[in-house]
């Protein structure tokens, strides 16, 4: 029997990189994260081969994951809001490199410095690039700390095989609550063999690899529709949880933290006779425009909630594709959307209508 363990959220993902072959990490410490450095510390510091540094900088860290990346190192690093976009140009190279690995983003309000309270406003930032250039970021968005676990482990399996960074798109609150956990037994199998393309010593013949580096407008195009190419084949990975869906009045499209709210209202209109439905993405890209688009054909109404001004909106309205009228509500700074903010804008939108 597996055990359960009762762990914070920061070290769970710590823990679930170690299982998933992770033995590096470079990352500098900000709220409402740092838990995971402090975590990888500890835990790396005690396995043979394995290497953790504190960066001097969220920039230095990011150039460190290119290189161990390069090597063909299981690699990852984490961060919150400001040093997340510290760390957009390295995302970059890593991308047009097609260099594998994880990045963790525990959001905070923002922009700017901000609050060191949960939000959910660096969606754009993750989903539609971040960095300079035509790329994407594989991204996962966990909603309770065994999902942190198994999401973890799951963006390394699927950065490997798409040669492509991933990253967990968390936030504050999912970093510092504690829930039990179990961690599956890791197999190393798993792991793609990296002879193909890790760079290795060049003693005596040529590298491997050549990290890109053309200034030549059609070799770059040709580089870059090579990328583009990968992310045609990432829809068959898109990942959701749906919720009450048979025959819902209404669809409330929510992610992360903000789901679990959902699921608190959900409850609530049963006893009150209004039957809501939760569409939960759980990879934000790829998005699920399919589930969506079939629920738009079904219901009249679907609301987005989010801690932020309505970034994930666009997504549900192109998946929508007008077939539904898509209405929005969301707090923004930090602050965390209460079961009773939702309630109360369900009800007034179905009595709009």
């Given at each position: 029997?597996?055990?359960?363990?009762?762990?914070?959220?920061?070290?769970?993902?710590?823990?679930?990189?170690?299982?998933?072959?992770?033995?590096?990490?470079?990352?500098?410490?900000?709220?409402?994260?740092?838990?995971?450095?402090?975590?990888?510390?500890?835990?790396?510091?005690?396995?043979?081969?394995?290497?953790?540094?504190?960066?001097?900088?969220?920039?230095?860290?990011?150039?460190?994951?290119?290189?161990?990346?390069?090597?063909?190192?299981?690699?990852?690093?984490?961060?919150?809001?400001?040093?997340?976009s510290l760390k957009q140009e390295g995302i970059s190279y890593l991308a047009c490199a097609e260099?594998?690995?994880?990045?963790?983003?525990?959001?905070?309000?923002?922009?700017?410095?901000?609050?060191?309270?949960?939000?959910?406003?660096?969606?754009?930032?993750?989903?539609?690039?971040?960095?300079?250039?035509?790329?994407?970021?594989?991204?996962?968005?966990?909603?309770?700390?065994?999902?942190?676990?198994?999401?973890?482990?799951?963006?390394?399996?699927?950065?490997?095989?798409?040669?492509?960074?991933?990253?967990?798109l968390g936030d504050g609150l999912l970093g510092q609550m504690m829930e039990p956990v179990q961690?599956?037994?890791?197999?190393?199998?798993?792991?793609?063999?990296?002879?193909?393309?890790?760079?290795?010593?060049?003693?005596?013949?040529?590298?491997?690899?050549?990290?890109?580096?053309?200034?030549?407008?059609?070799?770059?195009?040709?580089?870059?529709?090579?990328?583009?190419?990968?992310?045609?084949?990432?829809?068959?990975?898109?990942?959701?949880?749906?919720?009450?869906?048979?025959?819902?009045?209404?669809?409330?499209?929510?992610?992360?933290?903000?789901?679990?709210?959902?699921?608190?209202?959900?409850?609530?209109?049963?006893k009150e006779g209004i039957n809501i439905g939760l569409i939960r993405p759980i990879t934000l890209?790829?998005?699920?425009?399919?589930?969506?688009?079939?629920?738009?054909?079904?219901?009249?109404?679907?609301?987005?909630?989010?801690?932020?001004?309505?970034?994930?909106?666009?997504?549900?309205?192109?998946?929508?594709?007008?077939?539904?009228?898509?209405?929005?509500?969301?707090?923004?700074?930090?602050?965390?959307?209460?079961?009773?903010?939702?309630?109360?804008?369900?009800?007034?939108?179905?009595?709009?209508?």
């Amino acid at each position: 029997m597996v055990e359960r363990l009762l762990m914070k959220g920061n070290e769970a993902i710590g823990e679930a990189a170690i299982h998933a072959g992770c033995r590096y990490y470079f990352g500098y410490p900000i709220t409402p994260q740092s838990e995971l450095t402090a975590y990888m510390a500890r835990r790396l510091l005690k396995i043979e081969g394995a290497a953790f540094i504190q960066s001097e900088s969220e920039i230095a860290a990011i150039n460190m994951v290119y290189g161990a990346a390069a090597a063909g190192g299981r690699v990852m690093t984490s961060s919150s809001g400001p040093g997340i976009s510290l760390k957009q140009e390295g995302i970059s190279y890593l991308a047009c490199a097609e260099l594998p690995c994880v990045i963790v983003n525990m959001m905070r309000g923002g922009p700017g410095l901000g609050s060191i309270q949960p939000a959910q406003g660096d969606y754009f930032q993750a989903t539609k690039g971040g960095g300079h250039g035509d790329y994407h970021l594989i991204v996962l968005a966990p909603s309770s700390v065994q999902e942190l676990v198994d999401l973890t482990i799951k963006a390394f399996d699927l950065a490997d095989k798409y040669r492509n960074p991933a990253m967990i798109l968390g936030d504050g609150l999912l970093g510092q609550m504690m829930e039990p956990v179990q961690f599956k037994e890791f197999q190393k199998e798993r792991i793609p063999s990296k002879e193909d393309w890790a760079l290795g010593s060049c003693q005596g013949r040529k590298p491997r690899r050549i990290v890109p580096f053309n200034l030549d407008p059609d070799e770059l195009e040709k580089i870059v529709n090579k990328i583009g190419r990968k992310y045609e084949d990432l829809p068959k990975e898109v990942q959701y949880e749906v919720v009450n869906m048979d025959d819902p009045d209404i669809v409330v499209v929510a992610y992360g933290t903000v789901a679990r709210v959902v699921k608190t209202v959900i409850q609530k209109g049963k006893k009150e006779g209004i039957n809501i439905g939760l569409i939960r993405p759980i990879t934000l890209y790829p998005f699920p425009y399919a589930v969506i688009n079939d629920a738009a054909n079904r219901v009249k109404q679907i609301l987005v909630a989010e801690m932020s001004l309505g970034q994930m909106v666009e997504d549900v309205k192109l998946a929508a594709n007008g077939k539904s009228k898509v209405f929005f509500y969301g707090r923004t700074g930090g602050v965390v959307i209460s079961p009773v903010e939702i309630w109360e804008e369900v009800k007034k939108i179905l009595n709009q209508n």
